[in-house]
Each structure stands twice: as C-alpha cells, then as structure tokens.
C-alpha cells in the first residue's frame, strides 16, 4: 500500500503518453490475435501470442513505466535506490530470459485496464460527441 507521501509525489507527477502507446500496442497485439476485450484478456494474450512478442510487450511496458516521472523520485520498496532502479533490474531479467512472463499479467491488466483508464480517454469524442456536450441542456438568454 502506498504512502501519503508517495500519494502525493504520484499526483505531482502525472503519467506520460509513453504508457498510453504501450497501451495502444497491447490493444492491437489483443486485436491481431482476435482475442475478445475481458477481464482475463491480458491472460489470454499472454497464453496466445509469440514468446517473442509477449518478451517485447513486456520490454515496452517496463521502460515506458521507468519513463515515468514518479519512477525517478519514489524509493524502491526492496533495495537503495528508486522505483526507476528496480525497473532497470526488472528488464535485464526480462531481457534475459529469467523472469516468468506468466507474473507480470497483473501489471498488465493494471496498467493496461486500471491506471490508464482512469487518467487518459481511450479515444477523443467525435465531432458529433463535441457538439452534443458542448451543447447546454438549457436555454440561456445571456448574450
């Protein structure tokens, strides 16, 4: 569980488009594959696509969350150094073939369903959209 202060740094420290295109890849990695949009998805793409392209959907997510802001200033729970540190530990092993790719489902269905979801829109409003909501509900005599 995190910390008030690191709460905190995490809001000073908003995420960056670098997780939204590792976003985008997993979308159309999960679209190639024909695999249906559902809360075992990432699973699913993990059981169903090349090691190869798993290993490099992995490789992404890591250094676009090592990209992060908040990476770089929150402290790393297990050794001295920051959260960016573990990250750099995380991808050799990715890297190297000595990290189960099986255990890094729930970072992606975090990330993928969760963190981004709730800070970036999937797609802009359409024209139609825009105006629907730029219209007022009411009618207003202001001039």
């Given at each position: 569980?995190?910390?008030?202060?690191?709460?905190?740094?995490?809001?000073?420290?908003?995420?960056?488009?670098?997780?939204?295109?590792?976003?985008?890849?997993?979308?159309?990695?999960?679209?190639?594959?024909?695999?249906?949009?559902a809360?075992?998805t990432?699973?699913?793409?993990?059981?169903?696509?090349?090691?190869?392209?798993?290993?490099?959907?992995?490789?992404?997510l890591?250094?676009?969350?090592?990209?992060?802001?908040?990476?770089?200033?929150?402290?790393?729970?297990?050794?001295?150094r920051?959260l960016?540190g573990?990250?750099?530990?995380?991808?050799?092993?990715?890297?190297?073939?000595?990290?189960?790719?099986?255990?890094?489902i729930?970072?992606?269905?975090?990330?993928?369903?969760?963190?981004?979801?709730?800070?970036?829109?999937?797609?802009?409003?359409?024209?139609?959209?825009k105006?629907?909501?730029?219209?007022?509900?009411?009618?207003s005599?202001?001039?």
């Amino acid at each position: 569980m995190a910390t008030n202060s690191e709460l905190d740094k995490i809001r000073c420290n908003p995420i960056n488009e670098s997780l939204g295109a590792f976003c985008h890849l997993f979308e159309s990695t999960r679209s190639e594959l024909g695999v249906a949009l559902a809360s075992s998805t990432a699973q699913i793409v993990f059981s169903t696509a090349l090691v190869v392209d798993i290993k490099n959907l992995l490789l992404d997510l890591i250094l676009a969350l090592q990209n992060q802001t908040a990476a770089r200033i929150l402290g790393s729970r297990i050794g001295d150094r920051t959260l960016a540190g573990d990250l750099g530990i995380l991808y050799g092993r990715v890297d190297s073939n000595q990290s189960d790719f099986a255990s890094a489902i729930p970072l992606v269905k975090q990330v993928v369903f969760e963190l981004v979801a709730r800070t970036n829109p999937a797609t802009p409003p359409i024209a139609f959209e825009k105006i629907l909501f730029n219209t007022p509900l009411r009618s207003s005599s202001a001039f």
